[in-house]
């Protein structure tokens, strides 16, 4: 029996890596979620190592996507086919499972973004990467500061009965409001849905502001398995909230279509290096470029001694380039 062809896709963020494998149908044959932890070369390559060492002998990668804040990183080491951001991955993967999305909340470790669709393109779109106070983040500390897991953080808000209002606007002053309304006394649950009503309402405040969202609303994002933030945006939207199955690694799937797509019909020849030479030696540095007045940082990939991709540049002098 031959092997499967598949279409990769890598979402590389600040505090998780993602890789999809799919099939000629844009079915999802395989997932994995891993934590980042500083090391997004390492995270790839883990990734990578695991899928060959269990499905390795059994497909043929006909190509390759990438996306996420890391996505120049791991399309130079894999070989990526398709470069793509988060906003294009996240609306295509949230189209393929819910075709008539109109609005997408995606909330991941350090940003959040809001998505809005008009006749199947999007229209308009808003990114924070500045304020923690809407990130997951945010909520993975106070979990620790109360003494919970954050996998128990939804079912504490679940159980409220008489919720806390918690200054939202900002982390520092949220945390500082949730330790007050600590030793004032209040429970756990109260505080830790008050909590989540208010990452909800920074969230639409700051990137729903003058914004109609519409219905289906789809959450993605490693939040959107949080029971609680869910229902908090349910109570702040008036409407149900859509979580797709793979909610947490929409991004790599959406490249992945996206490789598939890029590529066409015809699987033109993949620039996927190969799982061998990804157990090479990978390497980064960086040098500012002396070549004008905007003194660029280049960022530098060097694989076994040898260079093998370029970028940061503004005007394309080293862009892509192994030198």
């Known amino acids: 029996m031959g092997r499967v ?3 990769m896709g890598i979402d590389v ?5 993602n890789i999809t494998l799919i099939d000629e149908n844009n079915n999802l044959l395989e997932k994995l979620y891993m934590r980042t932890d500083g090391q997004p070369i390492e995270s790839i390559r883990t990734g990578l190592k695991d899928i060959y060492e269990r499905l390795g002998k059994s497909i043929e990668i006909a190509g390759v996507g990438a996306t996420g804040s ?3 990183l791991a399309a130079a080491i894999v070989g990526a086919d398709v470069v793509k951001n988060e906003i294009t991955a996240h609306a295509v993967a949230a189209q393929k499972d819910i075709p008539d999305v109109r609005t997408i909340i995606e909330i991941g470790g350090q940003d959040s973004k809001i998505i809005l669709l008009k006749n199947n393109v999007v229209h308009d779109f808003a990114m924070n990467t500045v304020c923690a106070a809407g990130t997951g983040s945010f909520l993975d500390r106070q979990a620790a500061r109360l ?3 954050i996998e128990d953080f939804g079912s504490y808000a679940v159980r409220s009965e008489s919720p806390v209002r918690i200054a939202g606007r900002c982390a520092v002053f949220a945390e500082s409001d949730m330790i007050h309304k600590q030793q004032m006394g209040y429970s756990r649950e109260d505080i830790v849905r008050g909590l989540c009503d208010a990452l909800a309402r920074n969230y639409l405040a700051n990137l729903g502001k ?5 219905a289906p609303v789809v959450f993605q994002g490693g939040v959107a398995a949080n ?3 869910i229902q908090a945006f349910e109570r702040a939207l008036g409407t149900k909230i859509v979580i797709p199955e793979n909610h947490d690694v929409m991004g790599a799937y959406g490249v992945a279509i996206l490789a598939h797509e890029g590529l066409g019909s015809s699987y033109g020849k993949t620039g996927f290096v190969g799982f061998d030479r990804l157990m090479g030696d990978y390497t980064a540095k960086s040098s500012e470029c002396d070549g004008c007045s905007n003194g660029c940082e ?3 990939i060097i694989m076994d001694n040898s260079p ?3 970028w940061g540049d503004r005007c394309g002098k080293w862009s892509g380039a192994a030198v």
């Open 308 to 310: 093998v991709a370029c």
């Open 5 to 7: 062809k598949c279409f």
């Open 210 to 214: 003058g914004k109609k969202l519409e």
């Open 70 to 72: 890391g996505r120049q």
């Open 13 to 17: 963020g600040s505090v998780s890596t």
């Open 227 to 229: 029971i609680g933030i």
């Open 147 to 149: 003494g919970i897991t």
């Open 298 to 300: 280049i960022v530098q």
